[in-house]
T-cell receptor, first 112, second 116 residues
Framework: GENVEQHPSTLSVQEGDSAVIKCTYSDSASNYFPWYKQELGKRPQLIIDIRSNVGEKKDQRIAVTLNKTAKHFSLHITETQPEDSAVYFCAARGSNTGKLIFGQGTTLQVKP | NAGVMQNPRHLVRRRGQEARLRCSPMKGHSHVYWYRQLPEEGLKFMVYLQKENIIDESGMPKERFSAEFPKEGPSILRIQQVVRGDSAAYFC??????????????FGPGTRLTVL
């Protein structure tokens, strides 16, 4: 069935360092991959997304890479700041369905 | 431009009661999705609706749960005879009608259901 695996489950970095979160997906028909940031008690907020016809996308300190052959995609955050501390979720959407399949989440802690 | 609205934000029910969760999509959005998030877990897809149609309910339990998105008014997720295991945050998301932007889902603030 459809599945998204996300690693690591927790990540602690020093302020200014980079953070990388990796996801793999099982459905080769998936064509859309968003990343959401969720602060405690808040809604998931879209921070960046990538479609299957693109290998990389960047928005200021955030970038996402996609390897369709290996069926994995990664989130890169550079120059991390304490306000980046949150839970990050990756997701994959199949080509024939509207639903998003989410990874298990990564709790990122940025230490000042 | 108001975002996705959900109410109530918090709902407390006793076992056996009914819970009704409401979701108003963003203006111009006609696609609604419901997800459930158990404490300290990820989001699990429940159901995908368009106006007056259920498109995909593969993630919704077969019993006690139902959803609708009428021609007028908000989408409703209904849970009958709630049990303690139903305690969770229920998030609604909406996406635009346009095929070009149809992928992006924007989430509401969620309804936190507690079953006593």
């Amino acid at each position: 069935g459809e599945n998204v695996e996300q690693h690591p489950s927790t990540l602690s970095v020093q302020e200014g360092d980079s953070a990388v979160i990796k996801c793999t997906y099982s459905d080769s028909a998936s064509n859309y991959f968003p990343w959401y940031k969720q602060e405690l008690g808040k809604r998931p907020q879209l921070i960046i997304d990538i479609r299957s016809n693109v290998g990389e996308k960047k928005d200021q300190r955030i970038a996402v890479t996609l390897n369709k052959t290996a069926k994995h995609f990664s989130l890169h955050i550079t120059e991390t700041q304490p306000e980046d501390s949150a839970v990050y979720f990756c997701a994959a959407r199949g080509s024939n369905t509207g639903k998003l399949i989410f990874g298990q989440g990564t709790t990122l802690q940025v230490k000042p | 431009n108001a975002g996705v609205m959900q109410n109530p934000r918090h709902l407390v029910r006793r076992r056996g009661q009914e819970a009704r969760l409401r979701c108003s999509p963003m203006k111009g959005h006609s696609h609604v999705y419901w997800y459930r998030q158990l404490p300290e877990e990820g989001l699990k897809f429940m159901v995908y609706l368009q106006k007056e149609n259920i498109i995909d309910e593969s993630g919704m339990p077969k019993e006690r749960f139902s959803a609708e998105f009428p021609k007028e008014g908000p989408s409703i997720l209904r849970i009958q005879q709630v049990v303690r295991g139903d305690s969770a945050a229920y998030f609604c998301a909406s996406s635009p009608s346009s095929a070009r932007y149809g992928d992006t889902q924007y989430f509401g603030p969620g309804t936190r259901l507690t079953v006593l």
